[in-house]
Structure formats: C-alpha cells, structure tokens
C-alpha cells in the first residue's frame, strides 16, 4: 500500500490549484512520491492515477519516460556524474571512474550499506564549470579527486 | 573588450536573486514604462528591438507574439528554462542569479500578448534553481508585481513553477507542452502550432529564459538601443556558454558578432597549456562542429550559418589538438541515443544505428565503408525525423566526418578489407 | 463543386478531397499508394513511422502525407528520386532491428511491413550489428500475444487504448530505443476491446493467441458476415480452412461497427465447434430417447402440434420464437403458427415490448451526430460492446453530452454529463417523472390517459431521484438541439413501455429538438423478431390485431385475430395445465426467464414440448421433440440491428444438416402451407411483399454494408405481456435488479472458451448503507434468497445501487439468478450470511 505523507497529502490541493486541468499535476505527484518513499513503486502509481483520474497503466508510462524516476529503491545519495561533451573534455571519465572504484561500485549500482547509487548522467547545464556531478538536488562543480573525497567523505 | 553586459551587468552582485537588491539595481523599473503602453506597441517595440529567440533557432520574438491566434482566450505563457543542450549552462545562471529578472520580463510578455497565467518549465534537476524562483514568486506577489491588478494597471497575471523529470526532448518546445500536461515529453505535430494551439490546446507564447529576460531592458532603453549593437540581422548581445579546452570557461555576454577568436582567446583566456585549437562546437551540441581555420567567424546567427553551422543556444564547446574527435562525437551521438524520444523511426533507429558505427570505429573495428555509410545515414535522418532531434543528431556526426576524415582513418581497422 | 472540396495535384494527377482530408487519403482516391505504417484512418494523423513522406511544391522539407490536409491547388509528389531514396532509407531504419523471420511469423501473407519492403525497400540489409533481442512470443493476455522484437512502435496500438476504448490499459512504456508496448506493472491486457489491437498492428507483434500457427492466411476461406452475439450485428469476416473454425477479425462498417468489434465477437465462437451442438433430431416419450430423421421429427411435430390444436382449440398451443433468429426464421415461424395451426400465440421474451416508434429510430451514426445522448435502463458495456464505444467516441470526440437515467451504475457513467438513479423498479415513475417536467416546462399537454396528475406526484418522490436532479434532467433535455434517447425495454418493469412511448412523444413535442431513439433490446435480432410479428398481438411489420382489414389483405382471409399469449403467460398458462404444446426456438426459458424452476415445472406439464435449438440447454432437456438448429457460423439469412439496419449474415461454414428456415419450411408445409423457397433469400423477398419497413429489403439492396428499413408506423396499442401485480415487500427485503455481464458463462462461452479468464463468480452488489445496516462487508459469502430460490454470492459494497436495492450481474447459467426473478412487478430478496 501506499500513501501520500499527511505533510503530502496537504500540499496536494496546491499543486492541483496551479494547473487549470489536473493531469498537469501527474510529474510533480510522482515527484512527491519519489521524494516520499525514495523510488516510485507501483503501488504509488495506482493511488496518483485514482487522484488524478489516470488509469495506471498511463501513470507508469509517463513516469517511465522521464529518467529521473526510480521504480526501484535506491541509495540515500544518488550521484549523477556527467559525462557529456564538457565533462569528458575536462577529465569526467577518468573521474567518475575514480568516484566508483572509491565507492567499490560498479556505475549504475548502489553500495552495500544502500548509502550511494552512482550513474552516469548527460549534460546538467554546467558545463562551463565541469566535470561536475549532482548529489541529490546539489551541483557539486569544478570537480578534482580531492574535491570528489572531500564531498563524498562528508555525507553521512 | 568585445563584452557587453545588457543582462549581466549586476550578476555578480550579492543577494540579486533578493528583490530588495534587485530593486537597488533598478529592477521592476521597467513596468511603470511597460503600463503606460498599449499591449500592441510592446509587441511593436519587441519587433523593432530585433530581438530573436534565445533558445536555439533564433526565431524573431515579437512576430512570434503577434502570431496568437486572434481573440482566444485564456492564453498561456510558457517560459523554456529545460536548458538540456550539451555545452549550455546561461539560462541557469540567470535563473539562480536573477530570478526577478526573468519575472520582470514574463510579465512584460504577458502584458503585450494579453495572457494571465505564465509558467516556468524547469528542467528536473534544477530543483535549487526553482525554489529559488518559488521564493522570488513569492515576493513578487507580495509587492504586487503579480498577482491581480498588477500595480494599479488592472493587469492580471500569476506565474508558476513547473519541474520536468530528466528528458532533454522536453526543451522542444511541444514535448514541453506535453509534459507540462502530464504526458510523455514526446513532440506534437505541428501545425497547430502552439500560437494557435499550445498548452491546454489555447494560444501559448513559448520563450527561452534569456530571451524573456532581455524584454525589460528593450522596455526601458527603447528597441533603437537594444538594435544599436549587433550586425544587421543578429541584434543585441548573446549570453554564450564557453567550455571545453578553454582557460577560463564561463558565461560571457558579448555583442553579436564578436568573433570566435575574440572569445576563445580574449575571454576565455586561450586554450590549455596553450595547446592548438582543433575544432569548436559555436552553439551547443546540436550544431555542426567547425574546424580551427573558422576560428575568425563572427559569432551571429548568419554568419555562422553561412560557415556551415549555427548560433543556436549560444554554447561554444572548444576541443584542442589532443583529441581524437571520434571520441567526443561518440559521446554526443551517445548522448543523442539516450535522448531521443522514440517516437519516430529515422531518429530512434537511427541514432543507435550510429552510435554502433561510431563505437565500433572507436574501438578499432570500424571500416572506410562504414565511416561513408554513416554519411548516409545522416543523410537519410537528416529533415525526415519527426522533430528536429533527428538533425541535431546529425550535425556532430556529419560535421565531423567533414572536417576530420583523417580521425576517423586514424582507427579504423588495419587489415585488408579495412584499407581496401 | 461544393465549396469544402478542395482539388489539388499528385504526381500530376488532379485529386478533388474533402477539405481536412489527409494526402494519403486523398491520392488514394486516384489509385496512388503512399506507403504508410502508423497511420490509420480511425486512429487520425500521427505521424511517427515516417513512411509516407512525400514532397510538396513549396515545402522546402519532405511532409509525411499522414498528417498532411490537402490544399487548394498543392502540388505533391510521391515518386521523385528523393522520395524514394526517403522511403528506403526508412524502410531500412524500420527493418533495422526487426526480426527477418517473415516464414514464421503469422501475418506473413498479409503484412504491411512485408508488403512495403517489397514495394518500396531495397533488397539486402545494411546492418552488420546483431539485432536487438527481446522475448519472443508471449501472451499479453490470455488471448493475445505479443512479440516485441517485431513491433515498429508505429502506436496504433496504444494509441488505440487511448483514443477508441479510452482506457489508456495498453501503453508505451520507457523512451526511445527501449520504447515498448505494455501495460501497468505487466498486468494483462484484457479490456472488452482488446483483441482489434491484433488486427491494427502493421506488423506480427500482436496475434490471436488462438490463431497462432493454426493456418497461414492463403491457406484461408473467408466469409464476410456478422456477429450474432448482441444487437449491434457488427460486421466481421470469418476465415476457415477446411471447413473448421479459424479466427474472426473486423470488416468495416461505419454505420454499424466503426470498424471495431469487441473480444466477446472475436474470440467468443467456439460455440460453433461446441461438443455440446445438437447434430441430430431426437424424441423422448415416457422417458424413452430415441434418435430421429430430421424429416422424422419435422412430420411428428407438426402433425402432433396439429393435433392437440384439433383436439383443445388453437389457444392451446404455442410459440417461444427466438430473439437470435434471423428474420427468415423468425418470420416463417410466426407464419406457420397464425397460418397453419390459427394461434397468436407467439412471443420470444419475457419482457414488454412493442413494435415501431412515435419518434425516430436512430441508427449508431445518429449517436455521434446528436448532442445529448440519453440511456435509459441501458447499459451498453455489457449489453451492446459496440454501441458503448460508439457512445465513447461521441462524448470524447464529437462533444455529444451522455445522461443517464438507471437503476445501477455502468462502465459508461464516468462520460456522463448527469446519472440519476432510481430505485431498482422504479422505472416507471422515473420515466413518468421526467415526461411530466417535461409537459410542464414546456406547457403542453401530457400524454393520455387518466390519472396521470395524482401519478406524476407520487413519482417524483417515489423513484429514489432528488427533485433537483430531475429538473436539471428536464432541463438538459429540453435545451438539446437533438437528441438520441436509447433504452433497453428488457430492463423495464411492466407497464413502463407505454409510459416510454409518452415519454419519447413528449420529447417529440419539444419544437426546438430534433429526436429519435434506439431500442436497445441486447439480444442478437431482437429489433427483427419484433418487426417479423414474434409478438401476440401483432402481426409482421407492428399490424396490431385491430387493424383486420390490413392483416387479411397481407395475410389471408383466415388469419386469426383473437389477442394471443405472452412468453410469461404461457408459461403461467402451462402449469394451470390450459396450454398443452408449445415450440421454443432457438431460446432457454428456464435459465433465462423470471422464475427459473418454475418455469421449469410449467414446461414439464405440456403435453409436448418441441425445443429447435442450436446447443443443448436446461430446456431441451425437457423436450419431447429436439430439432437441430445450425445456428450462427452455418446459417444464412438477414439480421435487424437496433439501429433499424438489415445486413446479411453469411455462412462462414458448411454444415451437412437442413437449416433452421428449410425445418422451418417443412413443417409449415406439413400444415399445409406450401411454399417453394430456394434460398433464404427467397423468404427475404417474401418478408418484402408482406412486411411493413421491409419494402426495400433485398439480395441486392443489402449486400456489403446493408440497408435501414423503413420506419415502422407506431400504434399504441395493447401491451404484450400481463399487467403487473406488485409483490408485497417483506420487511427487510431488497429490489434485486439482475444485470448482465457480457462475458457470463453460459452456452455460448462454455468451458472451452478462451475468454474464460473474463468468468466471475457470483456477487451482489449492496448500497454501503443497507450493508452497514446489514453488517455486511466486501467479500462476505451470503445466500440471497426470494420466495422461489436461492443463490449463493459473495458480497460487493458501493454506490452500484441506490439504497434499498441490490444489483446481481447474470454471470452463468449454473449461478441460476432467474430463480429469485419474479415473473412481474419488483422481485424482493432477502440477504443472509452463510
Ligand atoms: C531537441 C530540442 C531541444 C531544445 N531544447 C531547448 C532548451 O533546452 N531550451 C530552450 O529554450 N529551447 C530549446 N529548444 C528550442 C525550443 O523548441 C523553442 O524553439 C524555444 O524554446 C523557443 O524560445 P525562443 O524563441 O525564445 O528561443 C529545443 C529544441 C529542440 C528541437
Ligand atoms: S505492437 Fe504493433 S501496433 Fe503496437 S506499436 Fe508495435 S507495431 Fe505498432
Ligand atoms: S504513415 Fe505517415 S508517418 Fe506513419
């Protein structure tokens, strides 16, 4: 089963009051889920349709298109890496190499202690400062080995 | 110095993205001016100013607005901050920096083009970006400069914030429509076009961050201002994104036609370890690469189109002499492959069918043959996809084997058939 | 020209098209071929496959002539170098990835993949990299199965789920290349549509899981026919390899099925291979069962039928005709039982029903062109698939308003503009209500009849309907500008037929509103039988008995004229012992008629009963004569949809027996009434002379697409049935309303159907108030009983049902809910745990 948080549940009827029809609301419900329980399980895709009036089968195959969506659980931090154009010019793969053999993952996976889950990510918009990776909702820019230990060692 | 700060002349100052201090800079000025003119004569004064869309294909702002579909109502305002191009990273500094900004020039869109609802589509990661835009919303509501009766002008008008979830299509602009009505990001056919049938199927004005927030300066320094710098046809400055093999990388506003030298050298402070320029990406990944000997082009919309690429989104990716550029052009036709909708054959087919090619030539096992049938394959991609995401696929790949054959002969295998 | 055609030019050739026509449409018409993979008509432009691209004077790119609409004097072009070099190209990136297993698959023979690369591709591949790999076959549901190496993601399919059924059930999951066509976590695929997916799919991804392997397509016989499950009489073609059953699939016809039929016409035919098919003729006579000649049995039926006429005068003898029949039959039945043996005695249902309208009859295109379209006691999803997605697409696409007024809620309620709900049995007040609101808002007089004052009172407050919500009804209908009322008279009380027909001749009255209505009776030619006379008190083509002078011109000078009985009452007249034989055609009182082991004793009683059936049933069981009816699938002849038109239903198999119109025949001519028919069609030519509406019916008129019939002129005469005697309410006892179900598990779709994963078990559906009253909960097993029997259902809690009521949907014949089925007025049930 899933619920939204009452904190959620609240927020709700202003996100529905932005849009003058409510399937516009479908990308940020499923946001809020994944912000709620760390991944979008089907059983939150059922409970968003039965909101929005949405079959679930529709749900799911909007959430599947956009990448940022898990439909599996994942770690507490999620680093995206970029490895578009300006990264790999800047030395990104080298680094994000580095960042997964420190992490003792391969890219894609989560560690054991469900502490990181690293991916390989495209273009952020960050470019003219790269490499750089987002931690969660944080840009992490200008990115050094040194730099990469300092943040990763500071999470906790 | 070929730098001219019509945007950015306050951007590094602290706390900007607080309407108190933007407010110090002369923020919100602009609407006292923008009330006291007819809807009409903002669209006329956008005209005049030249202004062209910021957002890639340069389309001319004020003739876009005056498309709406006459007397339909209500109308929307969709303002494009998915900044999703490889190379691109401006619309997120005006975002985080001068939030404001861009309100002060959505509303003045809004006020020309008769519209009461605004929103911002962020693209999915710029969650920080949009929660510094929700507290600017925030005061700007509180000081009346939206809301209803906007300052006494009996003007109505609200924005809000609309985050995607990672899809690089999404900053098409009817894929953004799409998603921002809860479906896949996958592009509409046009016609309709959204100044006919655009959000919620009513007359929508889609813009890029930058080009909205160049309408308050147009307000009030005039359009003849704003037209006096630039070339004939690309007026005004241009936010330009440098990264790639540069020293100093950054945002720099500069004054359409600038040259590329001028802003690899100048600004940007020259090549690493001064090594040689060996091609240059002018505007964002989907714009065909260029070789060094083009390094004298202008920075406009025609003269880099007339040098075989495009202004585009205002992106200059610089790539030294150490790179073999397979290597970067597989990265982007990798890119193009995890982006592209599905939607359509050529695109979605396509753009893995060249990935392969690229990665196998890559990886040594490439044949003269197949460097040519990529060629081709271009060819048969290229205005046959349903949305442009097929020609931007195009332009690194067909671009490179251009200028850089002897790179990709450089890899290909070295046995018989290879050579033959 | 009419000013919305425009002309235009491709490859030099001048087109003229409706405005808003798309190119590939429009060079059709010229016998120009664009290749097209995504495109389908019904489904509109899209525009993803890119096959169809063309150049276009002026255009300075290719368009994709899918989603191009013609324009004045366009210049288009389909065969320059440069199209074929993009159609190549295409066709290349199509086949890219798609498997090369064309000598497996099974649209091979008729794909349109397989036929574009032929015609438009180039002979080797280019692609030196292993194709993507995905599962081969496997089911998306248990009738479907899906291949996904093989899919162009060309959407017709999801895009069918969405925009046709409105369910949104099949979709696209995933992006670009991993693209796929799925459905939520993996769930199956089974809406009641589902299966036309398989015959929109350009390419072998989706199949018939039943088909699969069984033939290749040339190997096939075809035969364009029609579906006999419900009275939509939706088109479809019926392929067989030496003379078995191999599939079904849709044949277009816009005015009766949009070019869709649901699953149960799809995969519902098994019936016609059923181990349960009556082959052979058989009597049983003192419990001894012997196997007849067919002709054997025709003499002993007529002769003994004859004889008890002789010995206890016509009333007492009988025909239970068939509402699956087709007209032929119906007709020569009720020819042979009034010419033959003198009795009216014929009807073939349990309900009221009359024939002709005092308004329109609306045919299923009418349902789009309306503005409101009003149901009453119909309930389309389960009863008439089609007519449902008909209602879809005209509330969805064409702004067409949909109001209910219902004694349960439907699948269709959440496209309503408004649903009122009466109290199960309440119809008639309901009814009464809104023509009263109606007579009063508009000042006009109210339909005749005595009383009808004191009654409108009553009803407004005794139907279970707020006031408020019959006057915004009242409202809605009166500011119509057309208006499409369909109702279902088998889900009427009695009485309520006439109280109908005042209420359509009000609507009638309104000045501003153009109307007309469908009556949607669900089974397969319940329309014909009504026109064909399978009525006791009127003759073919609604002559009422009163109208002598007509019935003898068209009929004889003998034909009798005395009021016959209703279905109901000869079976009430059976077990008083005063009815002594009756014939039942193609029908099964004692499963489907109110009353259920009653009916059964009753039957018991005759002195004969001759049952003319397809499939063995609870009631040939008891029969002292069994004649074989070769049913849908062998038969031939023509059907009467609720939307009035008269189509053909063609044999798509051979059978060795007589057809039911020659036993027919036979035995009438045993009676003396001699005829020489050579085919159906000459019954059809017969029914033309003599039956009003049908004027126009013939071999000619109505192959392919078939033709209305005429207007048949209304009386409002006397009802057909017994008036009712309202059964005493217990205290504590609940309206039953029995619902159907589309896919229930009767004769039809027996055990061996592969739509057996759509069975329920039985449920009753209780009003969350009477459940808390009664302590009930979802899931609970309990007994529902009547004064006449019991079933066994487990409980449902909702708003299915206004308080007071309850709601069992038919879902078997062994469930035996027509036992707690009075044989008029309400029928109370008592609800106990088990
Ligand atoms: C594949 C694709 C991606 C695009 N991405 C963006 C984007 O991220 N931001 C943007 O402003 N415009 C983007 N565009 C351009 C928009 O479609 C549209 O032209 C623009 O938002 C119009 O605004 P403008 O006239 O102010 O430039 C993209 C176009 C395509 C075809
Ligand atoms: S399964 Fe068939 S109809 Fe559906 S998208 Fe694939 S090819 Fe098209
Ligand atoms: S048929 Fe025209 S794009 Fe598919």
Redesign the pocket.
């Known amino acids: 089963m899933f619920e939204f948080s009452p904190a959620n549940q609240k927020r709700i009827p202003e996100i529905l009051a932005k849009y003058p029809d409510t399937q516009s609301a479908l990308l940020p419900l499923l946001t809020m889920a994944q912000r709620q329980e760390g991944y979008v399980a089907p059983q939150a895709m059922v409970e968003i349709g039965k909101i929005l009036k949405l079959s679930p089968g529709y749900v799911q195959s909007v959430a599947s298109f956009y990448t940022m969506y898990h439909m599996h659980p994942t770690g507490k931090y999620i680093i995206l890496f970029c490895i578009n154009i300006s990264c790999q010019l800047n030395g990104a793969d080298e680094l994000l190499a580095y960042t997964a053999s420190k992490l003792n993952i391969k890219v894609g996976e989560t560690t054991a202690d469900k502490k990181f889950t690293l991916h390989r990510e495209e273009c952020l918009a960050a470019c003219s400062n790269a490499p750089m990776m987002r931690i969660n909702d944080t840009y992490h820019e200008d990115l050094s080995k040194e730099k990469i230990d300092k943040i990763l060692d500071s999470l906790d | 110095m070929p730098e001219l700060k019509l945007l950015t002349k306050d951007i590094d100052k602290k706390d900007l993205h607080k309407l108190s201090v933007y407010e110090e800079t002369g923020g919100y000025g602009s609407l006292k001016k923008l009330f006291k003119k007819k809807p009409d004569e903002v669209i006329e004064m956008v005209k005049a100013s030249g202004l062209?869309?910021?957002?890639?294909?340069?389309?001319p702002?004020g003739l876009?607005w005056s498309f709406l579909a006459k007397d339909v109502f209500p109308r929307y305002l969709c303002c494009?901050?998915?900044?999703?191009?490889p190379g691109?990273c401006k619309?997120r500094l005006l975002l985080e920096k001068t939030p404001h900004l861009l309100i002060e020039g959505m509303i003045a869109c809004a006020y020309a083009c008769k519209i009461e609802t605004g929103y911002i589509y962020f693209?999915g990661e710029f969650q920080h970006a949009s929660d510094l835009m929700d507290e600017a919303l925030k005061e700007a509501r509180a000081k009346n400069y939206l809301g209803k009766n906007i300052m006494g002008s009996g003007f109505d008008f609200e924005i809000h914030t609309h985050l995607g979830a990672g899809a690089?299509?999404?900053?098409?602009?009817?894929?953004?429509l799409n998603s921002l009505e809860g479906r896949r990001g996958e592009?509409r056919l046009k016609p309709p076009f959204p100044a006919v049938e655009g959000l919620y199927s009513k007359p929508t004005v889609?813009?890029?961050?930058?080009?909205?927030c160049v309408v308050p300066y147009i307000i009030n320094e005039g359009p003849e201002k704003y037209a006096s710098y630039g070339t004939e046809k690309s007026k005004g400055s241009k936010l330009v994104s440098v990264s790639g093999h540069v020293k100093k990388p950054g945002n720099y506003e500069i004054e359409m036609g600038t040259t590329v030298r001028e802003l690899i050298y100048e600004l940007a402070g020259g090549i690493r370890n001064d090594n040689k320029l060996k091609a240059y990406i002018p505007g964002g990944s989907?714009t065909p690469m260029l070789p060094a000997d083009l390094v004298d082009t202008p920075y406009d919309y025609e003269s880099l189109a007339a040098a075989g690429s495009m202004l585009g989104?205002g992106a200059l990716i610089v790539i030294d002499d150490q790179v073999n550029i397979v290597e970067s052009t597989l990265r982007l036709a990798s890119f193009y492959k995890h982006?592209s909708c599905g939607k359509c054959t050529p695109c979605r087919e396509g753009t893995r069918w060249m990935w392969q090619l690229l990665d196998g030539i890559h990886n040594g096992e490439g044949t003269n043959q197949q460097v040519d049938k990529l060629v081709d394959i271009c060819d048969n991609i290229s205005f046959k996809s349903f949305?442009?995401?097929g020609d931007?696929a195009v332009g690194p790949v067909a671009s490179s084997i251009k200028y850089f054959r002897e790179d990709y002969e450089a890899l290909l295998k070295r046995n018989a058939e290879g050579t033959a | 020209m009419a000013n919305d055609e425009v002309t235009l030019t491709i490859d030099g050739k001048t087109v003229t098209a409706p405005k808003g026509t798309m190119v590939v449409d429009a060079a059709k018409r010229v016998g120009i071929e664009i290749p097209v993979f995504c495109y389908h008509e019904k489904l509109g432009p899209f525009g993803c496959c890119r096959m169809c691209l063309v150049e276009v004077e002026k255009m300075p790119k290719m368009a994709t002539a899918c989603t191009l609409a013609v324009a004045p004097d366009m210049v288009v072009k389909t065969n320059t170098e440069k199209v074929e070099k993009a159609q190549k190209g295409v066709l290349e990136f199509t086949l890219l990835n798609h498997p090369l297993d064309c000598p497996v698959c099974d649209k091979g023979g008729e794909c349109p993949l397989q036929e574009n690369t032929f015609k438009f591709g180039s002979d080797d591949t280019r692609m030196e990299f292993n194709r993507a790999h995905q599962d081969k076959a496997t089911p998306l549901s248990p009738v479907i199965t899906i291949d996904r190496e093989r899919c162009i993601a060309c959407q017709r399919c999801t895009r069918y789920s969405d925009i046709i059924e409105q369910e949104q059930a099949l979709v696209m999951l995933n992006r670009g290349f991993n693209n796929e066509v799925g459905t939520f976590d993996n769930q199956d695929y089974d809406t009641k549509f589902s299966g036309n997916v398989i015959d929109i799919c350009p390419v072998g991804a989706l199949t018939n899981t039943d088909f699969r392997f069984k033939a290749r397509n040339w190997e096939l016989k075809t035969a364009d026919t029609l579906c006999a499950h419900c009275a939509c009489n939706c088109n479809m073609t019926f392929s067989s390899r030496l003379n078995k059953f191999m599939r079904i699939q849709t044949r277009t016809n816009d005015h009766v099925d949009d070019g869709w039929i649901c699953d149960k016409a799809r995969f519902g035919y098994s019936f016609v291979e059923s181990k349960n098919r009556i082959l052979e003729a058989r009597s049983r006579f003192n419990d001894e069962e012997r196997v007849l000649e067919t002709k054997d049995a025709i003499a002993l039926t007529a002769q003994t039928l004859k004889k008890i006429a002789d010995e206890h005068g016509p009333e007492s003898i009988g025909l239970i005709g068939s509402p699956y029949a087709t007209n032929e039959e119906a007709y020569l039945y009720q020819l042979m039982f009034r010419q033959g043996l003198k009795t009216n005695n014929i009807d073939h249902k349990a309900y009221e029903d009359l024939p002709g309208l005092p308004i329109n009859h609306y045919d299923f295109e009418q349902v789009e062109s309306s503005n409101l379209v009003l149901l009453i006691g119909s309930d389309p999803s389960e009863e008439l698939p089609i007519l449902d997605l008909r209602i879809r697409k005209a509330v969805t696409r064409k702004g067409v308003k949909l109001a209910f007024l219902n004694d349960q809620v439907t699948a269709l309620d959440r496209f309503a503009e408004t649903a009122l709900r009466y109290d199960v049995g309440s119809d008639g007040d309901a009814i009464v209500a809104l023509a009263g609101g109606l007579a009063e808002e508009l000042g006009i007089e109210k339909g005749k009849g005595k009383g009808k004052g004191k009654e409108k009172e009553k009803s407004k407050n005794s139907c279970g309907i707020a006031d408020k919500d019959m006057k915004a009804l009242v409202e809605l209908v009166r500011t119509s500008m057309k208006i499409c009322v369909i109702y279902n008279p088998a889900a009427l009380s009695a009485g309520s037929m006439v109280k109908l027909r005042q209420l359509l001749q009000t609507i009638g009255k309104i000045p501003t509103v153009e109307c007309g209505a469908i009556p949607a009776a669900p089974a397969t030619n319940a329309l014909g039988a009504v026109d064909m006379g399978l009525l006791p008190s009127y003759y073919p083509g609604g002559l009422a008995l009163t109208d002598a002078d007509e019935i003898k011109k068209r009929f004889g000078e003998d034909s009798p004229l005395q009021a016959g009985l209703s279905a109901m009452d000869m079976i009430a007249k059976a077990e008083s012992g005063e009815l002594k034989a009756l014939l039942v055609h193609r029908s099964n009182p004692v499963a489907d008629f109110p009353g259920g082991e009653r009916v059964a004793s009753a039957l018991k009683k005759l002195e004969f009963l001759a049952v003319h059936d397809m499939l063995e049933t609870e009631t040939t069981r008891l029969a002292s004569v069994v004649l074989p009816s070769i049913g849908p699938g062998y038969d031939e002849g023509t059907t009467t949809n609720i939307g009035a038109r008269v189509q053909y239903r063609k044999r798509g198999l051979v059978s060795e027996s007589l057809a039911d119109w020659q036993i027919i025949s036979k035995m009438a001519g045993e009676l003396g009434i001699e005829r020489n028919y050579q085919s159906s069609f000459s019954i059809t030519a017969e029914i033309a002379e003599k039956v009003r509406g049908y004027e126009d019916i013939s071999k000619k008129t109505i192959k392919n697409e078939g033709l209305s019939r005429q207007a048949i002129p209304e009386v409002l005469g006397d009802l057909d049935g017994s008036v009712s005697d309202e059964s005493k309410s217990k205290k504590g006892a609940l309206r039953l309303r029995v619902a159907s179900y589309l896919f229930a598990n009767d004769k039809i779709l027996d055990a061996n159907t592969s739509l057996a994963h759509h069975f329920r078990s039985s449920t009753v559906h209780l009003n969350d108030k009477d459940a808390k009253k009664m302590k009930l909960e979802e899931g609970d097993a309990v007994t529902v009983s009547s004064a006449h029997g019991k079933v066994s259902a487990t409980v449902a809690v909702g708003d299915r049902c206004n308080s007071g009521s309850v709601v069992i949907e038919k879902v078997s014949d062994e469930q035996g809910v027509s036992a707690l089925q009075e044989s008029a007025g309400i029928s109370w049930v008592e609800i106990s745990k088990e």
Request: glycine share 12%; hydrophobic share 30%; charged share 30%.
């Open positions: 062209r869309g910021r957002g890639g294909a340069g389309f702002a876009k494009n901050a998915d900044e999703s191009e691109t619309d693209r690089y299509i999404c900053g098409e602009e009817s894929a953004l592009p889609i813009n890029n961050v930058e080009t909205l989907s989104s982006e949305c442009p995401l931007a």
